[in-house]
């Protein structure tokens, strides 16, 4: 769900965070940057250009709040921490990705043209370097960082649900509630990482069009005519 702060309160008010995620719960499927304010669509873009331009390392909420040309307390009311803008900037690095996604799939008849769907979304999405960059980036942080490891959790969490949802529809909790099925989801969201990683620190040598290939073809999905 995307939470937009509401009218500000005198006093000193808990800081609001545009995007609060649950493991398991669902973000839509259809949600884009478009659903943000435009005060959080600016901030956002300014905390990608610096991850981009000067590294993680120079990636403070005052230097964001600069770039964006908002104060540092517009930050911290939109975000609440550098985690939170993190946590949220993942989100939106796929959010175009994940809603092209949703639209495409309500065209889709069968689970095997959901799948199909899927893997032509992660080609485009793998087209977006600098997403890609951002990503990695903010990974590798939150490998030091344990509130970001957390909320970096339950977006996983999330892609797994969705992507499930979206292939399996109704019959999704029965599928994440089998370990070994819910085990074979984690495994593809691990793999899809691994790939877009290896695609971008090589790009003209990792031919992640043919990784991709196999990894569909070796995915357990429900096919026409037999089961999953």
Same mark, same amino acid.
């Given at each position: 769900?995307?939470?937009?702060?509401?009218?500000?309160? +005198?006093?000193?008010?808990?800081?609001? #965070?545009?995007?609060?995620?649950?493991?398991?719960?669902?973000?839509?499927?259809?949600?884009?940057?478009?659903?943000?304010?435009?005060? @959080? +669509?600016?901030?956002?873009?300014?905390?990608?250009?610096?991850?981009?331009?000067?590294?993680?390392?120079?990636?403070?909420?005052?230097?964001?709040?600069?770039?964006?040309?908002?104060?540092?307390?517009?930050?911290?009311?939109? !975000?609440?921490?550098?985690?939170?803008?993190?946590?949220?900037?993942?989100?939106?690095?796929?959010? #175009?990705?994940?809603?092209?996604?949703?639209?495409?799939?309500?065209?889709?008849?069968?689970?095997?043209?959901?799948?199909?769907?899927? !893997?032509?979304?992660?080609?485009?999405?793998?087209?977006?370097?600098?997403?890609?960059?951002?990503?990695?980036?903010?990974?590798?942080?939150?490998?030091?960082?344990?509130?970001? +490891?957390?909320?970096?959790?339950?977006?996983?969490?999330?892609?797994?649900?969705? !992507?499930?949802?979206?292939?399996?529809?109704?019959?999704?909790?029965?599928?994440?509630?089998?370990?070994?099925?819910?085990?074979?989801?984690?495994?593809?969201?691990?793999?899809?990482?691994?790939?877009?990683?290896?695609?971008?620190?090589?790009?003209?040598?990792?031919? !992640?069009?043919?990784?991709?290939?196999?990894?569909?073809?070796?995915?357990?999905?429900?096919? #026409?005519?037999? @089961?999953?």
């Amino acid at each position: 769900m995307v939470n937009e702060p509401g009218p500000m309160k +005198r006093g000193r008010g808990r800081p609001r #965070e545009v995007v609060r995620l649950e493991p398991g719960t669902a973000v839509p499927l259809g949600t884009t940057l478009a659903d943000y304010q435009p005060t @959080s +669509r600016a901030i956002l873009a300014a905390a990608r250009d610096i991850i981009l331009k000067l590294g993680m390392h120079a990636l403070t909420l005052r230097r964001v709040a600069e770039e964006a040309h908002v104060d540092v307390t517009t930050v911290t009311y939109h !975000f609440g921490t550098r985690s939170g803008l993190l946590e949220a900037l993942v989100f939106a690095v796929y959010a #175009e990705p994940v809603a092209a996604f949703a639209a495409e799939i309500e065209t889709c008849a069968t689970p095997d043209e959901r799948a199909q769907a899927f !893997f032509r979304t992660l080609r485009r999405e793998f087209a977006d370097a600098q997403g890609g960059t951002v990503y990695a980036a903010i990974q590798a942080e939150a490998l030091r960082d344990d509130r970001l +490891r957390t909320r970096l959790a339950a977006i996983n969490a999330w892609t797994i649900r969705a !992507f499930a949802e979206a292939v399996y529809g109704d019959a999704a909790d029965a599928l994440l509630a089998d370990p070994r099925a819910r085990a074979a989801m984690q495994l593809l969201a691990a793999a899809v990482d691994g790939i877009e990683a290896h695609h971008h620190i090589d790009p003209d040598g990792y031919d !992640f069009e043919a990784v991709l290939d196999l990894l569909e073809e070796l995915l357990p999905l429900p096919r #026409e005519g037999g @089961s999953g």
